[in-house]
């Protein structure tokens, strides 16, 4: 009995008998800092490459995202973000790889589900008003993400009694939220949000206790740790040299039971998990 999560054109096999490699979710920043000055044409072209670039090196999925949500930053004004994403959108569709969509604005959902984007990644876990509605009708995969406040603020006192109950009953109260709006289970997955409203050591509680994130909710895990301050902590370095220790996140959370990595670095992580899928298939 294999377990897939159904993603618009896509299905991925994440248990049983056909469940392979972990999945690798190559991130596409399409923020106008992501492309260095040469206006909206040259970002698409430098989208469309890095795009064919990370799906060479073996990401299955590309998360489209057009609203920085850096700690304290401010939310992006809708028109904006859509001009940020459609475009990429269109561009990418012709592409052999499921497209996500990072956002948490019920009209950008709906754009994003007309132009065929095969996942919408909520980092506000479609709490939004009409959020589930707008995705409900569709065949898409929805990623639902634990944040605690809002990027503006979380970062300030993030606070738990104890962090892994409180985010497996955060999802769980969603995933409710979403199944009573008639949303099939094959197209959801889990993601406990690390970085968002959590300090260091919550976010390696976390990242431990994966497991019980999918065994109590009965659902695929998503983890995105690449290049975070949590990687930062522990080794030191600064953003531009965490690679190495975002691969070991990324080895951690598949050890720990994720399925899906969110990575910025697709080569070296796909290399990784390679060598530690030889090394574990029975
Ligand atoms: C600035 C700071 C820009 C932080 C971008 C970020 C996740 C996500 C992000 C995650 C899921 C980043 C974040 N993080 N979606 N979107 N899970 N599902 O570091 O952890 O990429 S944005």
């Not at 406990?192 to 409203?197: A, M, S």
């Not at 109590?216 to 930062?232: F, Y």
């Amino acid at each position: 009995m294999s377990k897939n999560l159904h993603c618009g054109r896509f299905s991925f096999p994440l248990e049983g008998p056909d469940a392979g490699m972990p999945v690798v979710m190559g991130i596409l920043n399409v923020t106008p800092d992501s492309f260095s000055d040469g206006g909206r044409y040259q970002g698409l072209e430098f989208a469309m490459s890095h795009a064919e670039e990370m799906i060479r090196d073996g990401a299955t999925m590309i998360d489209i995202g057009g609203e920085s949500t850096r700690p304290g930053s401010p939310s992006v004004p809708l028109d904006e973000e859509l001009r940020r994403v459609m475009p990429a959108l269109y561009a990418l569709k012709t592409l052999d790889v499921a497209l996500s969509v990072d956002t948490c604005k019920p009209e950008v959902m709906r754009e994003a589900l007309i132009a065929g984007a095969d996942m919408i990644n909520d980092i506000n876990g479609f709490r939004a008003p009409g959020a589930i509605e707008a995705v409900q009708d569709s065949d898409c995969g929805l990623c639902i993400m634990h944040m605690q406040a809002t990027p503006q603020t979380m970062q300030q006192a993030p606070q738990y009694n104890d962090v892994v109950a409180e985010v497996i009953a955060f999802l769980g109260e969603r995933v409710k939220a979403m199944t009573a709006a008639g949303i099939a289970r094959e197209r959801l997955c889990l993601d406990p949000g690390f970085g968002f409203g959590k300090t260091v050591e919550h976010n390696y509680a976390l990242l431990r206790h994966l497991a019980r994130i999918r065994d109590e909710l009965g659902l695929p895990v998503l983890a995105g740790m690449s290049r975070k301050s949590m990687i930062g902590a522990v080794t030191g370095r600064p953003v531009e040299q965490r690679v190495a220790g975002s691969i070991g996140a990324a080895l951690a959370a598949v050890a720990h039971g994720a399925r899906i990595v969110r990575v910025h670095d697709v080569a070296d992580t796909v290399d990784a998990l390679k060598v530690w899928h030889a090394a574990t298939i029975d």
